[in-house]
């Protein structure tokens, strides 16, 4: 019997319970060893974390976990998710692990594997490490001659300092810029504002003092608010605001106007079309991404695939579509041509270069599209499968027919928490609150 504790972004909890405890972060790390056991050359594994305090639990118990399978650990300490793929592939290593809740408080955390080539692990290759968990790992142990080794990465924050610059068209500076950057206490602290720095930027730096409890406390991705404010004050020319593993980004105009997901990928798609640098006719996005971003792309002749929610099936659409722009509305940005997963300060700098070619400002620049108007709201449940309640089926069908060949209504449940996310979108803003907050209300009597 597995244990299902994989969701949409790897495994993610409350830290010191289960599943998010060291003894079964022990497990997880033996049975995905086992998995990736592959011939006879010494295995490596990278591990990299954000900066919340469970993350000094976690880390040595994954260690333990691989060299007790006879795997060599390299640790990198916090780290951007992106940078730890990154590693795992110019390290040529079997496995890439990032101990991070991504965008959720100091309370959680989370682990995500990555494979040999940089990529997120497929749901079939969760469900064999499930399995490997629950079927005798242990019988699986390396030799006491063959157990594996420790060790510190250094110069870890160098390279990953060094690709991302490579990144930036090569002749462009970002000197006469100024810059908010908001890293969320989380694991770009040091590394976002150097890259910056380091092409010509003038940077006020945010959220650059973790202290293991403040990771994306009322800053970040997530609560951009007070980066907003702070371009404002600091007549800035643009904000960046990355979450606590620094895998997407939010970005604030020079007005304080927030610029999300969908526009940035409406501007990478317009600019790298133009460059002749866009495969394939069309980005990736989700099922949550907005109607006006597919009507922006339309007037370029360009299509959007959508995908199901969750940058890991973004990537999976991507490659197989021969796609190299594709992301979500909440920030998460994949440029494939650079790198295997979301990466917020490769994304930030695309759209830096853009301001730097036609010198005009943010607010003109990074606005494609009127989006149409949108609600999500997420409801919490405890216990119970609310989505198979006839009352909810009954709401959801009245919803749906409300908005029939104007908009549209997504309904899903999170993969890494137990709330239900409703989000509608059409013409009338009026019609749209009306279907949510009627299926949300629906839920939350239900669900008790």
């Given at each position: 019997?597995?244990?299902?504790?994989?969701?949409?972004?790897?495994?993610?909890?409350?830290?010191?319970?289960?599943?998010?405890?060291?003894?079964?972060?022990?497990?997880?790390?033996?049975?995905?060893?086992?998995?990736?056991?592959?011939?006879?050359?010494?295995?490596?594994?990278?591990?990299?974390?954000?900066?919340?305090?469970?993350?000094?639990?976690?880390?040595?118990?994954?260690?333990?976990?691989?060299?007790?399978?006879?795997?060599?650990?390299?640790?990198?300490?916090?780290?951007?998710?992106?940078?730890?793929?990154?590693l795992t592939r110019s390290l040529r290593a079997d496995?890439?692990?990032?101990?991070?809740?991504?965008?959720?408080?100091?309370?959680?955390?989370?682990?995500?594997?990555?494979?040999?080539?940089?990529?997120?692990?497929?749901?079939?290759?969760?469900?064999?490490?499930?399995?490997?968990?629950?079927?005798?790992?242990?019988?699986?142990?390396?030799?006491?001659?063959?157990?594996?080794?420790?060790?510190?990465?250094?110069?870890?924050?160098?390279?990953?300092?060094?690709?991302?610059?490579?990144?930036?068209?090569?002749?462009?500076?970002?000197?006469?810029?100024?810059?908010?950057?908001?890293?969320?206490?989380?694991?770009?602290?040091?590394?976002?504002?150097?890259?910056?720095?380091?092409?010509?930027?003038?940077?006020?730096?945010?959220?650059?003092?973790?202290?293991?409890?403040?990771?994306?406390?009322?800053?970040?991705?997530?609560?951009?608010?007070?980066?907003?404010?702070?371009?404002?004050?600091?007549?800035?020319?643009?904000?960046?605001?990355l979450d606590g593993d620094a895998d997407r980004l939010?970005?604030?105009?020079?007005?304080?106007?927030?610029?999300?997901?969908?526009?940035?990928?409406?501007?990478?798609?317009?600019?790298?079309?133009?460059?002749?640098?866009?495969?394939?006719?069309?980005?990736?996005?989700?099922?949550?991404?907005?109607?006006?971003?597919?009507?922006?792309?339309?007037?370029?002749?360009?299509?959007?695939?959508?995908?199901?929610?969750?940058?890991?099936?973004?990537?999976?659409?991507?490659?197989?579509?021969?796609?190299?722009?594709?992301?979500?509305?909440?920030?998460?940005?994949?440029?494939?041509?650079?790198?295997?997963?979301?990466?917020?300060?490769?994304?930030?700098?695309?759209?830096?270069?853009?301001?730097?070619?036609?010198?005009?400002?943010?607010?003109?620049?990074?606005?494609?599209?009127?989006?149409?108007?949108?609600m999500l709201r997420s409801v919490s449940f405890n216990?119970?499968?609310?989505?198979?309640?006839?009352?909810?089926?009954?709401?959801?069908?009245?919803?749906?027919?409300?908005?029939?060949?104007?908009?549209?209504?997504?309904?899903?449940?999170?993969?890494?928490?137990?709330?239900?996310?409703?989000?509608?979108?059409?013409?009338?803003?009026?019609?749209?609150?009306?279907?949510?907050?009627?299926?949300?209300?629906?839920?939350?009597?239900?669900?008790?």
């Open positions: 019997m597995t244990r299902d504790i994989f969701g949409t972004d790897g495994i993610r909890g409350t830290a010191n319970i289960e599943p998010m405890t060291a003894a079964t972060a022990l497990r997880v790390a033996m049975a995905t060893g086992h998995r990736f056991l592959r011939g006879d050359h010494r295995h490596l594994v990278v591990i990299g974390k954000d900066t919340r305090l469970s993350g000094y639990m976690l880390e040595p118990a994954m260690t333990a976990g691989f060299i007790s399978m006879g795997m060599d650990v390299v640790l990198v300490g916090p780290l951007p998710t992106p940078a730890v793929a990154m496995l890439g692990v990032v101990l991070s809740a991504s965008h959720n408080p100091y309370q959680d955390n989370g682990i995500k594997l990555f494979g040999p080539e940089g990529y997120k692990l497929s749901d079939t290759v969760e469900r064999e490490i499930e399995e490997r968990m629950d079927n005798g790992v242990e019988e699986h142990l390396a030799a006491s001659g063959q157990l594996g080794k420790a060790m510190r990465l250094d110069d870890a924050q160098g390279r990953y300092i060094e690709y991302v610059k490579n990144t930036f068209p090569k002749g462009l500076r970002l000197d006469g810029m100024k810059v908010v950057i908001d890293c969320a206490h989380g694991a770009a602290y040091r590394v976002a504002p150097l890259v910056l720095w380091e092409l010509g930027a003038e940077v006020i730096p945010m959220g650059t003092q973790p202290d293991g409890f403040n990771i994306n406390h009322d800053c970040g991705a997530t609560e951009p608010q007070a980066m907003c404010a702070k371009v404002v004050d600091s007549k800035a020319d643009i904000g960046i605001a939010i970005i604030s105009d020079e007005k304080g106007k927030v610029i999300d997901g969908d526009q940035i990928m409406a501007l990478v798609a317009m600019d790298w079309k133009n460059a002749g640098h866009l495969r394939g006719d069309a980005l990736v996005a989700t099922v949550m991404s907005n109607m006006g971003l597919e009507r922006y792309l339309a007037s370029l002749d360009l299509g959007l695939v959508r995908a199901q929610v969750g940058d890991r099936y973004v990537v999976e659409t991507m490659r197989s579509g021969g796609h190299n722009v594709g992301g979500e509305q909440s920030g998460h940005i994949i440029l494939s041509d650079y790198s295997t997963t979301g990466d917020g300060l490769i994304a930030a700098l695309q759209v830096l270069s853009v301001l730097v070619k036609t010198g005009r400002p943010a607010s003109e620049v990074a606005r494609c599209f009127d989006p149409f108007p949108q216990g119970t499968e609310p989505l198979e309640n006839s009352e909810v089926k009954a709401a959801i069908a009245e919803g749906e027919a409300k908005l029939a060949g104007n908009g549209r209504l997504v309904i899903r449940k999170s993969g890494t928490e137990p709330l239900v996310r409703v989000m509608a979108e059409a013409e009338d803003e009026a019609v749209v609150g009306g279907v949510v907050n009627r299926i949300v209300e629906v839920i939350e009597r239900v669900s008790g």
